[in-house]
């Protein structure tokens, strides 16, 4: 039997694409519910959007990327829900992959985008970082962070729509949350094309944005993996100082003293906010059971 699925489409002023990407689907899985999310469209996004056959739900301004992907999932009704670019760049033919890597008990399929398929190679860059610092925080290796073409469970989906940003870094928020509830995840190699019209990236508020997924991927999964590291180097650099000013004046130094304190309250910061991602990730009881995964056992891929 067929899985039913639920196609989410966040889309703003996409009206070149919008179309074509709705019918590829439609080709691909006529099944499936096509649900636009049209973040405050100036152009004709919306109007497209319905003469192809998709069911569109209309945000009266722009409220972001993961605002109309929050507004998809309560609205989809299947069990698994699709998310998906409007920019014509996701190829809807992987759909089939996707769901059958899905129905093997993955909780989370992604599209890993390939060589070749990022904007440029500035992107490129901070993506391959992204990929590595998260592979570290969670023990596993950790394909494509921040892609945005991916296949879940939707009860799973649902029960951290109060932890998604209503900015872009969305992808990065659900996957650490997945990771860090114990939810498994397969990767998928696809090959991501040129974005249709142009794009709603801006270089300077991205690299202060890419500066903050940094922090956001440390808090969401294991704050200490971050507050440790340079806890333990501040503290270094003390303990040095201290040998050197003692060898040198035979005292010990107000900057000594300074570099101790300070990698100590590093650390202490770093422990309450362990404690904090603990309380995030708290079984309220609405979300269905989660599977807490110990520091020893850390998360299944």
């Known amino acids: 039997m067929e899985t039913i699925v639920n196609v989410v489409l966040p889309a703003?002023?996409?009206?070149?694409?919008?179309?074509?990407?709705?019918?590829?689907?439609?080709?691909?899985?006529p099944t499936a519910q096509v649900i636009v999310v049209d973040d405050g469209s100036t152009d004709d996004t919306a109007d497209k959007?319905?003469?192809?056959?998709?069911?569109?739900?209309?945000?009266?301004?722009?409220?972001g990327n993961g605002a109309?992907?929050?507004?998809?999932?309560?609205?989809?009704?299947?069990?698994?829900?699709?998310f998906m670019d409007a920019d014509g760049q996701h190829d809807p033919a992987d759909i089939p992959r996707m769901l059958e890597a899905l129905d093997k008990g993955y909780d989370m399929v992604v599209g890993a985008r390939q060589k070749g398929s990022q904007a440029n190679r500035g992107r490129g860059l901070a993506n391959a970082f992204y990929n590595r610092l998260a592979s570290y925080m969670t023990g596993h290796k950790v394909e494509d962070l921040t892609s945005g073409f991916r296949a879940v469970r939707a009860d799973k989906f649902r029960e951290f729509l109060y932890l998604l940003p209503n900015g872009f870094s969305y992808p990065t928020t659900i996957?650490?949350?997945?990771?860090?509830?114990?939810?498994?995840?397969?990767?998928?190699?696809?090959?991501?094309?040129?974005?249709?019209?142009?794009?709603?990236?801006?270089?300077?508020?991205?690299?202060?944005?890419?500066?903050?997924i940094i922090f956001r991927i440390g808090t969401l999964y294991s704050p200490l993996k971050i507050f440790v590291p340079i806890a333990a180097l501040q503290g270094?650099?003390?303990?040095?100082?201290?040998?050197y000013t003692f060898f040198t004046m035979g005292r010990l130094t107000g900057g000594t003293v300074f570099l101790l304190t300070s990698a100590l309250t590093i650390f202490l910061i770093g422990l309450v906010s362990e404690q904090i991602t603990q309380l995030m990730y708290k079984d309220s009881g609405t979300g269905g059971h989660r599977n807490e995964p110990t520091d020893e056992d850390g998360p299944r891929t």
């Open 236 to 243: 270094l650099v003390g303990l040095s100082y201290y040998a």
């Open 175 to 212: 996957t650490m949350a997945f990771f860090r509830a114990g939810y498994t995840v397969r990767y998928v190699p696809i090959h991501a094309a040129k974005r249709v019209g142009k794009s709603h990236i801006k270089p300077l508020q991205d690299g202060l944005r890419f500066l903050l």
């Open 68 to 82: 109309a992907i929050k507004t998809g999932a309560r609205a989809a009704d299947a069990d698994v829900l699709i």
């Open 49 to 63: 959007a319905r003469a192809a056959g998709a069911h569109v739900i209309t945000h009266p301004y722009s409220m």
């Open 12 to 29: 703003k002023n996409e009206g070149q694409s919008i179309t074509r990407t709705v019918q590829l689907i439609q080709e691909t899985r």
